[in-house]
């Protein structure tokens, strides 16, 4: 079992990688050859993904989420996923390099220093903590994908203005479905993200006795939900559009991301599980 | 070899001048085909665009040759300007590959333009109308289809705009996401407008409006494309209520101005706004670009597009070439298996009338028994001698021999035997 671990966690990497270079290779060429057989590729890669993180949760005794390594793998997964799903759902194939280059970052990272840690402290083994955890990392995979759609969107803004006519213009969807894309995500991360703290808030006590709300994840979570919060409003009640809310989405993923490293190799918070 | 023969007066050969004096409407063409058919062609194809004006045909008469046709055509017209260097000639396998290449759109003067497909099948249907096409000219037809539909499904010859006004339809649904819900305004009744217009219109626009200082024609187009029109005085009043304002007119200064745009964006609360200024001199100030959520684009920018879309077009010809290769064969395949048949059987005659002429002069040297006899023995003698000849013969066609070399072997044949009668008379 530990060996079928660590094949798969020397694997996904690759896997991720090869998954790349095929979207890649077809948005910097054009030709449409592995329209379908990349879409074959990434959902093996999600496969095998899901298989990775059974093993873990049945052989370590607790689902992958106890440390920030473990946290990465699952973020990884749960973000190509939701571009799967998306690209299912819009048929939209062109922008799969831009986010599955996420899930490599996350998925390398997690592969080089994850370690299997079969004892976890006994509040990491609550019911709420899983979901609680759950709704967090969708919420951040939708608050990524709302991003690198947003920082698409300001790409392709960009090169039209300035007449540039090169592989973002020949590429990329319009910019309203971009537009559109991050402002979804950014709604379902949003959600996802309220389930999250609502949850936290209500664990919390019983969990840490010495929790603060001044601590710096709890701060970077909020700042993060607010910003969202608030473009999301503003976009519905039609006071900003376009670049201000994509803006505000990517400042948002920026934060959030800032405040996860901070969090977990900087500081001291009760939020660091390892 | 087949005889085929083509004339082409097309934008590589000749001006305008002599392209335009040389076009052909569809009544011309009949009258053509009728008097062609007259005196040059059993079979044949008139095609005549704003491009080229072309004949292909089988002639009646083994002799006639393409300055014949030449000069058929100088007398046709009567046109004591066009030169024979106006003219460019094909025979043989070189007129189909010329017709492949005309209908897979590589020789258009706008590289990839699939108009000429559509123009090249109605040519076909005007000649099967007049009974102008046989078996031949049909098999030609099929195979001209068959590669026009090849290049535009397996390359990228046709795709892209390649016309100013064409490129800022695609400039547009680069920035909206479903044009059917938008609103367009058209600035300038002329050519240009008109030819923007109808592009919006075919990629089904929402609304469309124009505008001209005279109001009356733009009520005539707008009569013909079956949209609104709005006085040119009261224009810019309206100009909010436009996701895509085209300006196309002969005005010597610009008649949009950035405070104009600036009023319209706060009206729009600042929706996206695409401005085309495909006026030379230009009507809109071009520093609206700066105005957040404003798209100007002139017809320098447009033509970037253009030009890009044309070198990815050119890029596609070698590809093209191939398809055209493949299919040339397959037809010069098709064609020579009509005289493959022929041979075996022309082959078989000689012989046969050689054993029958011997027998029958020394058949009284047998008795009558055995005469039976003989002729059976000839016969089979004759049968293992051609057996292989046959064999070879049908093999020429199966088995991954070039059009050209079956043409060559059996020629040789033919040559050897002395059986070298014409019987594609016949088949022609």
């Given at each position: 079992?530990?060996y079928?671990?660590?094949?798969?966690?020397?694997?996904?990497?690759?896997?991720?990688?090869?998954?790349?270079?095929?979207y890649?290779?077809?948005?910097?060429?054009?030709?449409?050859?592995?329209?379908?057989?990349?879409?074959?590729?990434?959902?093996?890669?999600?496969?095998?993904?899901?298989?990775?993180?059974?093993?873990?949760?049945?052989?370590?005794?607790?689902?992958?989420?106890?440390?920030?390594?473990?946290?990465?793998?699952?973020?990884?997964?749960?973000?190509?996923?939701?571009?799967?799903?998306?690209?299912?759902?819009?048929?939209?194939?062109?922008?799969?390099?831009?986010?599955?280059?996420?899930?490599?970052?996350?998925?390398?990272?997690?592969?080089?220093?994850?370690?299997?840690?079969?004892?976890?402290?006994?509040?990491?083994?609550?019911?709420?903590?899983?979901?609680?955890?759950?709704?967090?990392?969708?919420?951040?995979?939708?608050?990524?994908?709302?991003?690198?759609?947003?920082?698409?969107?300001?790409?392709?803004?960009?090169?039209?203005?300035?007449?540039?006519?090169?592989?973002?213009?020949?590429?990329?969807?319009?910019?309203?479905?971009?537009?559109?894309?991050?402002?979804?995500?950014?709604?379902?991360?949003?959600?996802?993200?309220?389930?999250?703290?609502?949850?936290?808030?209500?664990?919390?006590?019983?969990?840490?006795?010495?929790?603060?709300?001044?601590?710096?994840?709890?701060?970077?979570?909020?700042?993060?939900?607010?910003?969202?919060?608030?473009?999301?409003?503003?976009?519905?009640?039609?006071?900003?559009?376009?670049?201000?809310?994509?803006?505000?989405?990517?400042?948002?993923?920026v934060?959030?991301?800032?405040?996860?490293?901070?969090?977990?190799?900087?500081?001291?918070?009760?939020?660091?599980?390892? | 070899?087949?005889?085929?023969?083509?004339?082409?007066?097309?934008?590589?050969?000749?001006?305008?001048?002599?392209?335009?004096a040389?076009?052909?409407?569809?009544?011309?063409?009949?009258?053509?085909?009728?008097?062609?058919?007259?005196?040059?062609?059993?079979?044949?194809?008139?095609?005549?665009?704003?491009?080229?004006?072309?004949?292909?045909?089988?002639?009646?008469?083994?002799?006639?040759?393409?300055?014949?046709?030449?000069?058929?055509?100088?007398?046709?017209?009567?046109?004591?300007?066009?030169?024979?260097?106006?003219?460019?000639?094909?025979?043989?396998?070189?007129?189909?590959?010329?017709?492949?290449?005309?209908?897979?759109?590589?020789?258009?003067?706008?590289?990839?333009?699939?108009?000429?497909?559509?123009?090249?099948?109605?040519?076909?249907?005007?000649?099967?109308?007049?009974?102008f096409?046989?078996?031949?000219?049909?098999?030609?037809f099929?195979?001209?289809?068959?590669?026009g539909?090849?290049?535009?499904?397996?390359?990228?010859?046709?795709?892209?705009?390649?016309?100013?006004?064409?490129?800022?339809?695609?400039?547009?649904?680069?920035?909206?996401?479903?044009?059917?819900?938008?609103?367009?305004?058209?600035?300038?009744?002329?050519?240009?407008?008109?030819?923007?217009a109808?592009?919006?219109?075919?990629?089904?626009?929402?609304?469309?409006?124009?505008?001209?200082?005279?109001?009356?024609?733009?009520?005539?187009?707008?009569?013909?494309?079956?949209?609104?029109?709005?006085?040119?005085?009261?224009f810019k009043?309206?100009?909010?209520?436009?996701?895509?304002?085209?300006?196309?007119?002969?005005?010597?200064?610009?008649?949009?101005?950035?405070?104009?745009?600036?009023?319209?964006?706060?009206?729009?609360?600042?929706?996206?706004l695409?401005?085309?200024?495909?006026?030379?001199?230009?009507?809109?100030?071009?520093?609206?670009?700066?105005?957040?959520?404003?798209?100007?684009?002139?017809?320098?920018?447009?033509?970037?597009?253009?030009?890009?879309?044309?070198?990815?077009?050119?890029?596609?010809?070698p590809?093209?070439?191939?398809?055209?290769?493949?299919?040339?064969?397959?037809?010069?395949?098709?064609?020579?298996?009509?005289?493959?048949?022929?041979?075996?059987?022309?082959?078989?005659?000689?012989?046969?009338?050689?054993?029958?002429?011997?027998?029958?002069?020394?058949?009284?040297?047998?008795?009558?028994?055995?005469?039976?006899?003989?002729?059976?023995?000839?016969?089979?003698?004759?049968?293992?001698?051609?057996?292989?000849?046959?064999?070879?013969?049908?093999?020429?066609?199966?088995?991954?021999?070039?059009?050209?070399?079956?043409a060559?072997?059996?020629?040789?044949?033919r040559?050897?035997?002395?059986?070298?009668?014409?019987?594609?008379?016949?088949?022609?």
């Amino acid at each position: 079992m530990s060996y079928t671990i660590t094949i798969l966690n020397v694997l996904l990497p690759l896997l991720y990688i090869g998954t790349f270079g095929i979207y890649a290779y077809d948005f910097w060429k054009g030709e449409k050859r592995f329209t379908n057989s990349k879409r074959v590729l990434l959902f093996l890669t999600l496969l095998f993904h899901v298989v990775y993180l059974l093993v873990r949760t049945i052989f370590l005794s607790h689902p992958p989420i106890t440390n920030v390594f473990e946290i990465f793998t699952v973020l990884a997964f749960s973000i190509s996923f939701s571009y799967f799903i998306l690209e299912l759902v819009t048929d939209i194939r062109g922008t799969g390099p831009f986010i599955i280059i996420i899930s490599i970052i996350f998925q390398v990272i997690s592969s080089l220093f994850i370690n299997d840690i079969t004892f976890v402290k006994e509040i990491l083994r609550s019911n709420l903590l899983g979901v609680h955890v759950f709704s967090a990392l969708v919420g951040y995979s939708g608050i990524t994908i709302s991003a690198v759609y947003g920082f698409l969107y300001l790409t392709l803004y960009k090169d039209i203005k300035l007449n540039k006519f090169g592989l973002i213009f020949n590429r990329l969807p319009n910019l309203e479905v971009l537009e559109t894309l991050s402002y979804y995500s950014a709604v379902i991360g949003f959600i996802l993200l309220t389930m999250a703290i609502v949850i936290g808030i209500i664990w919390l006590p019983k969990a840490f006795p010495n929790y603060s709300y001044t601590d710096p994840k709890l701060i970077g979570t909020f700042t993060v939900w607010a910003l969202y919060g608030i473009g999301i409003l503003s976009k519905t009640f039609g006071k900003w559009r376009g670049k201000k809310v994509v803006f505000l989405s990517i400042i948002g993923f920026v934060i959030a991301i800032l405040s996860t490293m901070f969090t977990n190799f900087l500081s001291s918070s009760f939020h660091s599980f390892y | 070899m087949m005889n085929i023969l083509a004339v082409s007066i097309n934008h590589h050969t000749a001006p305008v001048e002599l392209r335009e004096a040389f076009h052909l409407n569809s009544d011309e063409i009949k009258n053509l085909i009728h008097r062609v058919k007259e005196e040059l062609f059993s079979e044949g194809l008139i095609i005549s665009t704003c491009n080229r004006t072309e004949l292909y045909g089988i002639p009646k008469d083994q002799k006639l040759d393409v300055l014949d046709i030449q000069n058929f055509i100088f007398k046709y017209k009567n046109n004591k300007e066009v030169k024979p260097e106006n003219f460019q000639t094909f025979a043989s396998s070189e007129a189909i590959k010329h017709l492949f290449k005309v209908i897979s759109g590589i020789d258009s003067l706008l590289i990839g333009d699939n108009q000429i497909y559509h123009q090249v099948k109605e040519a076909f249907q005007t000649s099967e109308e007049m009974q102008f096409a046989g078996v031949l000219m049909k098999r030609i037809f099929d195979a001209a289809t068959k590669t026009g539909k090849r290049a535009i499904s397996e390359t990228e010859i046709s795709e892209g705009a390649v016309t100013v006004s064409y490129a800022a339809v695609q400039l547009i649904e680069k920035i909206f996401s479903s044009i059917s819900k938008k609103s367009a305004l058209i600035i300038g009744a002329g050519e240009s407008g008109e030819l923007a217009a109808k592009h919006l219109k075919d990629r089904g626009i929402g609304r469309l409006v124009i505008t001209n200082r005279t109001l009356e024609r733009a009520e005539k187009i707008a009569r013909e494309l079956d949209f609104e029109t709005l006085p040119f005085n009261t224009f810019k009043e309206k100009m909010h209520e436009f996701d895509i304002i085209l300006s196309a007119t002969s005005a010597d200064e610009l008649i949009i101005t950035k405070e104009d745009i600036r009023n319209t964006m706060k009206e729009r609360n600042h929706t996206s706004l695409v401005l085309m200024d495909i006026a030379i001199p230009r009507d809109i100030d071009p520093s609206v670009k700066e105005i957040d959520y404003v798209f100007y684009h002139d017809i320098d920018s447009l033509n970037i597009i253009v030009e890009q879309n044309l070198s990815k077009r050119k890029f596609e010809i070698p590809r093209i070439e191939k398809i055209i290769d493949e299919e040339i064969d397959t037809f010069i395949g098709w064609y020579n298996s009509l005289e493959v048949a022929p041979t075996i059987k022309d082959l078989r005659d000689y012989f046969e009338n050689i054993r029958a002429e011997e027998v029958g002069k020394n058949k009284n040297r047998f008795s009558t028994e055995d005469q039976e006899k003989v002729e059976i023995i000839t016969k089979r003698i004759i049968n293992k001698i051609l057996h292989q000849p046959t064999v070879g013969l049908k093999k020429i066609n199966d088995f991954g021999t070039t059009p050209e070399e079956t043409a060559v072997k059996v020629n040789v044949l033919r040559d050897i035997f002395g059986i070298n009668h014409n019987n594609k008379e016949e088949k022609e």
